[in-house]
């Protein structure tokens, strides 16, 4: 195993809140990691651990042998894959290509189908977990894609995540990640409005959380995100405008399936009057800031 490791050069682009922690877990499983991001100075950290920082998304894509990207909007994506310069005018055949943005599932198969046109792997692999989730290598990742493909990247995907699964075709990665937000949106609404009626009511919210959070209230967001909201702290796990972008995508692919989502129009609602109030690079607990005035 640890042979098959020294070969097999990693390419990540995208070093930001949670792909810098990706990476570096990479980085600490002894893979060789060559590693791109347009603001060149959030992968200089990576650099400092061993990671080999490259210029352009093309020379990354020329040297990997398999390329993950983990970036923002699904424009980026497009740009990073199908652009001038991207990773399909210069990777090698035989090159697998992981994308673990939250994207679009249309843009998903998409990939998927120029990879194999061009003899190159792809899967589509959305991460839940946040910003700790990342760090600690606990991610939750929804894959789609073949299943061949998955079986021989699991290793690489086993360095980021302990809840892995295929859930389907290209695309069904993206469309799982869906159903995560979806949950999420109406979740987050729940948490805020309840830490907001403890203090209202004049309850220690705190001492409220240690009762709630162990019975049927119980989420990961009531957990981990409220006491982020108790202590004032907004600091991105995961950013409000990225949370909007999916929630956007989400409504979208399901008003072309004709399934209406009322509680997730109301989130999305919500999340942009926040960021309209200037909140949009804050965590998604900022919402409690709407509840809490």
Request: proline fraction near 3%; include cysteine; charge should be neutral.
């Amino acid at each position: 195993m640890a042979e098959t490791k020294r070969q097999t050069v990693i390419g990540f682009i995208g070093t930001g809140v949670m792909g810098k922690s990706m990476a570096g877990n990479l980085l600490k499983a002894g893979y060789p990691l060559l590693v791109y991001n347009r603001t060149r100075a959030k992968a200089e950290e990576l650099a400092k651990l061993g990671a080999v920082v490259k210029d352009t998304v093309g020379e990354l894509a020329r040297e990997a042998d398999v390329v993950i990207t983990m970036v923002g909007y699904p424009r980026d994506v497009e740009e990073v894959y199908f652009g001038a310069g991207g990773i399909f005018q210069h990777a090698r055949p035989g090159t697998y290509l992981i994308d673990m943005t939250t994207s679009t599932p249309a843009l998903a198969e998409k990939i998927y189908k120029e990879a194999q046109a061009r003899q190159m792997f792809a899967l589509d692999a959305p991460v839940s977990g946040g910003d700790i989730g990342a760090r600690e290598a606990r991610l939750t990742i929804m894959v789609g894609g073949d299943e061949e493909v998955f079986a021989h990247l699991r290793p690489i995907l086993e360095r980021m995540g302990t809840n892995i699964v295929l859930q389907g075709k290209a695309g069904a990665g993206q469309h799982t990640k869906m159903c995560n937000q979806i949950a999420i949106a109406s979740n987050m609404m729940g948490v805020c409005e309840a830490i907001a009626y403890a203090k209202k009511a004049g309850l220690d919210p705190q001492n409220v959380l240690r009762s709630i959070e162990a019975g049927a209230a119980g989420s990961w967001s009531l957990s981990n995100l409220a006491p982020r909201m108790i202590r004032g702290d907004f600091a991105p796990g995961f950013y409000v405008k990225h949370f909007i972008k999916d929630m956007g995508i989400a409504l979208e692919a399901a008003k072309e399936m004709g399934l209406d989502t009322p509680g997730l129009a109301l989130a999305k609602r919500l999340y942009e009057q926040l960021a309209e109030a200037g909140e949009e690079n804050s965590g998604t607990q900022a919402l409690f800031k709407l509840y809490d005035r």
